[in-house]
């Protein structure tokens, strides 16, 4: 099936500091393009992959499964780690357990987080019956374009194919239970009005990780795609920030330049 407009995926050769970038649940690449340019065009080395079945239509992704998402992350970041010096890893949503599950998999050789509105858990009544309804019902209700600002919209699927969504709880859980593994860095952006993730998931995740370097930010703006909304400019120039307090020499090409510019 041909990718979606604006969902394919971006790569950027640059300097000896590298950056991952995750999508979330049944989005793609696209809620994430900007954030992935600004930083290509710092001169980081930059890779925003298409998970598995996303990005094309909802049938294509209700035959995969965390392992496939997963392994896709793990392949970029294996790929990045042989040519970059440091490498982060950023998330929104359920990218932000895909950062997570690398971190505490990888160990040091990752040597950040930076999350948006991560995602912990699968929540409301609904998801205890996901393992029946998935066999009765094939789709559910979309979750894309929750973002408050106008004119803007997310590429990603209006139906939410309920296979994946029940192997997307699965993989919730066993990322929760490796979270207390996770000791690196980390930067959580969170938005107060989300309606996709609570805030909820974010205090969990900040109560649970082992990391001692902690900084927690309130995206007062914004909805659940706050990558693509009112603090955007602000999760780019934070997270630039944040790679250059910690891989300062390996970083001079883009340092100080993080706030001239937004996406």
Not at 28 to 38: F, N, V
Not at 112 to 141: C, E, I, M, Q
Request: hydrophobic share 40%.
């Amino acid at each position: 099936m041909p990718v979606l407009p604006g969902a394919e995926p971006f790569r950027h050769e640059g300097g000896e500091v590298g950056v991952l970038l995750c999508h979330g649940f049944t989005g793609s690449p696209q809620s994430l393009r900007p954030w992935a340019e600004y930083l290509a065009e710092r001169g980081l080395t930059v890779s925003l992959p298409l998970l598995p079945g996303h990005g094309t239509r909802w049938q294509d992704m209700q035959v995969t499964g965390w392992q496939d998402w997963y392994a896709e992350v793990d392949r970029e970041l294996r790929g990045l780690l042989e040519r970059c010096a440091r490498v982060f890893v950023f998330g929104l949503s359920m990218g932000g357990a895909l950062a997570l599950r690398l971190a505490a998999k990888h160990g040091d050789a990752v040597s950040g987080l930076v999350l948006v509105n991560p995602a912990n858990k699968v929540h409301g009544l609904a998801a205890h019956a996901l393992p029946v309804v998935r066999h009765l019902v094939p789709t559910t209700k979309g979750l894309v374009s929750d973002i408050a600002l106008k004119g803007v919209a997310e590429v990603g699927y209006d139906r939410v194919p309920l296979h994946a969504a029940h192997s997307v709880r699965t993989f919730f859980r066993l990322v929760d239970g490796g979270l207390p593994q996770v000791t690196q860095p980390l930067l959580l952006l969170h938005s107060p009005q989300d309606h996709v993730v609570p805030p909820a998931d974010s205090a969990r995740i900040l109560s649970r990780v082992s990391s001692t370097d902690v900084r927690e930010v309130l995206l007062e703006q914004s909805y659940h795609v706050a990558t693509l909304d009112h603090d955007a400019k602000r999760i780019f120039d934070e997270s630039l920030e944040f790679i250059g307090r910690l891989a300062p020499s390996e970083n001079d090409q883009g340092g100080k330049k993080g706030s001239t510019s937004g996406g």
